[in-house]
């Protein structure tokens, strides 16, 4: 099938800036250096290319992703990098631990208790390091750790998202932010140990050192398809994922794509536009005025008509990714694949 047969709208990911951005990463953070994070993009088909080029284990945000990826057979090691204290998705996830290993956060005596009643067997010590999100303040790293060795439970070590940390415009500041906030994981990790020291996204994954002694594991999940809040850094990693739409009406200054705010994480600001119709052609970018339920609004001049095909680059990928059920593989001008987005949920 042809890119401009497609019914729109519908997510398309590049194939070719797709596999790009997976081997700079792998070369940068190869094998368990990277736990590649699947609340960017839902997806088991596309979490099975991160396996093939070498990671491994994985970072999850909900049970639901946990669950998903042990039943795709991609649960060599599953990490629920964030806290629950729902009874029937402990649950659940307790009794996916018979096809697959799983470590879940915990932050406090209320999520560890949890997570003992349910019969979770390994567990991670999340920290605070900056964010105003969950995480367990440093000092109480080592107390929580002994309680869970008390109750029979592994501990596997820490992890600590400086999430407010990775928009960061200069280079050296961000740096030196990092740094701080790793002081603050590393001296917790003393108190807890484990093997395991996990941190970092896609905008700090550079700036951190991987090793013994140090953080052992990179969580950065947007880098495999990016998006313009992201691209504003600078990054080695290539826009690999658009919604196409079609023109449906055309004003005299402005046009108007059947691809609304229904479609498009909008919580970092409108997304980029571009007339374009196959993955071949660069486009011609165009001003997005605004957009709604159904419809972005753009800026245009002469050569746009009603029918043509623009592509949507998403401020944000992991909620636009959560708002699509299938996403369609491309090359060039063909449609080489489709994946869906099965992860979806809670
Ligand atoms: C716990 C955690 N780790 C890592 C990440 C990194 O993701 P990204 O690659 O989007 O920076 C996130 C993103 O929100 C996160 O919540």
Redesign the pocket.
């Known amino acids: 099938m042809h890119i401009r047969d497609l019914s729109t709208l519908a997510l398309i990911i590049d194939a070719a800036a797709f596999d790009s951005n997976l081997a700079t990463m792998a070369s940068a953070l190869p094998g368990a250096a990277l736990r590649p994070?699947v609340?960017?993009h839902k997806c088991t088909s596309l979490a099975a290319a991160q396996a093939g080029i070498g990671h491994r284990s994985f970072?999850c945000?909900t049970p639901r992703e946990v669950v998903g990826m042990a039943a795709a057979g991609l649960g060599t090691d599953l990490l629920l990098?964030?806290e629950t204290i729902d009874p029937t998705r402990l649950t659940v996830l307790a009794a996916a631990q018979d096809l697959a290993a799983i470590t879940i956060a915990v932050d406090s005596v209320e999520t560890l208790a949890a997570a003992r009643t349910a019969g979770i067997r390994r567990v991670l010590i999340d920290v605070n390091v900056g964010l105003p999100r969950c995480g367990c303040a440093p000092a109480d790293a080592g107390r929580l750790a002994d309680q869970a060795r008390t109750a029979g439970i592994e501990v596997r070590g820490v992890?600590g998202?400086e999430?407010h940390l990775?928009m960061v415009a200069d280079r050296a500041e961000k740096q030196a932010k990092v740094d701080a906030a790793m002081a603050l994981l590393l001296a917790a990790h003393a108190d807890v140990g484990g093997e395991i020291v996990s941190a970092?996204?896609?905008?700090?994954?550079d700036l951190h050192t991987v090793g013994t002694d140090a953080v052992t594991e990179i969580?950065?999940?947007?880098?495999a398809l990016m998006d313009t809040q992201?691209s504003t850094l600078g990054l080695p990693f290539a826009p690999a994922c658009f919604v196409v739409g079609t023109i449906i009406s055309v004003g005299s200054k402005h046009a108007v794509a059947d691809v609304g705010l229904k479609s498009l994480g909008m919580d970092h600001g409108n997304p980029a536009l571009a007339v374009r119709t196959s993955l071949n052609d660069e486009g011609t970018p165009a001003d997005v005025w605004f957009c709604s339920d159904e419809h972005i609004t753009f800026g245009t001049s002469a050569g746009v008509s009603v029918g043509g095909r623009v592509f949507v680059t998403p401020a944000h990928?992991?909620p636009t990714m959560a708002m699509h059920d299938t996403a369609w593989v491309g090359r060039g001008d063909e449609v080489v694949d489709r994946w869906p987005i099965d992860l979806r949920g809670w």
Do not use: E, L, R, V
Not at 200 to 205: A, E, L, M, P, Q
């Open positions: 994070h609340k960017a970072t945000a990098a964030n992890m998202y999430g990775m970092g996204g896609t905008g700090t994954y969580q950065a999940g947007s880098y992201y990928i992991d």
